[in-house]
């Protein structure tokens, strides 16, 4: 295995890694804490601003490296007709999902601070447990892989 390959994976690993659990930290703890008052506008904004930037770069750096890894592992055949090459589709198609849930979820209470962090937390926690919902989905493929 040449190193481009090996900091291919393990820059993936560790993006992939940190983007999944930064999301369910986001929807177990950072959301249920602003809904109760235990987190202020500032800190919540702070937090999410943080989240929507890495999710973005996290985002360019897993397509940039999962499509290398695809790119030397997988045939068209591969991907298309193997338990793996479907695992590593439903992989792609989580991330997607994530994609867009982080940016919905982040770009909306980032507009809605204004009417405290509270209410805004309250009015997108759907979005970021949903989110969570698919890192756990992420995880599991993963796993499987």
């Excluded at 992939?16 to 987190?39: E, R, S």
């Excluded at 973005?56 to 068209?76: D, E, N, P």
């Amino acid at each position: 295995m040449a190193v481009i390959d090996v900091l291919m994976q393990v820059l993936h690993t560790v993006f992939a890694g940190v983007w999944a659990g930064w999301a369910l930290f986001m929807a177990l703890l950072v959301i249920p804490a602003a809904q109760k008052g235990h987190l202020g506008t500032e800190g919540l904004r702070w937090l999410t601003k943080r989240f929507s930037r890495f999710s973005m770069l996290a985002s360019f750096v897993l397509f940039a490296t999962g499509g290398h890894l695809a790119g030397t592992r997988y045939t068209v055949e591969l991907l298309g007709g193997s338990p793996r090459g479907h695992l590593v589709l439903t992989m792609v198609a989580l991330w997607f999902v994530l994609t867009g849930i982080s940016h919905g979820a982040s770009s909306g209470l980032l507009k809605n601070l204004d009417d405290g962090a509270m209410r805004a937390a309250s009015k997108y926690a759907s979005w970021y447990y949903a989110g969570g919902v698919v890192a756990i989905g992420l995880l599991i493929v993963a796993g499987r892989l």
